[in-house]
């Protein structure tokens, strides 16, 4: 269904999800090159808040902003990250126009909030069994799922996150 949808057409979830997982790697590529860059100021050792004090919680700042960063201009300028590129897919807002600074930011933090609770909730679905445990973990992965479990049942294959954000994900030739 997804690989026969036209140009135009709302993009389906498995190549939005090919394309997030694409983007994922740069972004990891991207941490991986701020991380070198600052480890000559923790002489080499891990930088975490907890141990490096002001440097760990710069760190985590640095890290943010250049995720942001990349997101952020990929969907103002172009409305396509480099996965998104390859997958041909495209991010619009729901009048067909680029996202501009603000809906991007809303689209960064809402899907890093949705992201970081999975995340959490995977990290403890992990543990021991408990039905108490079980179901706080899974209430914390929930948002992330249903956002990209209501793609097929949406008649404009919107994305919750697409919905809040007023925007679509379009195939382009």
Known sequence: MDGKSAAGSPAG????????????????ALAFFATFVMLPLTGGE???????????HAYHAVLLLITFG???RCWTHGGQTL????????????????????GAAGR????????????????????PANLIAGAGAAALVAPFALNFG????????????????S????RVP
């Open 13 to 28: 979830l498995w190549r939005r999800l090919a394309a997030l997982f694409y983007d994922l790697l740069l972004v990891v």
């Open 46 to 56: 891990a930088i975490l808040s907890s141990t490096q004090g002001a440097i760990g």
């Open 70 to 72: 990349y997101f952020g």
């Open 83 to 102: 996965g998104m590129k390859a997958w041909r897919i495209e991010l619009q807002t729901a009048a067909g126009g680029r996202l501009n600074w603000p």
């Open 108 to 127: 960064f933090l809402l899907g890093t909030g949705m992201a970081i609770l999975a995340v959490l909730g995977a990290w403890y679905l992990r543990g």
């Open 150 to 165: 209501w793609i097929p049942f949406n008649a404009a294959r919107q994305s919750l996150q697409d919905v809040a954000g």
């Open 167 to 170: 925007a679509r994900v379009v």
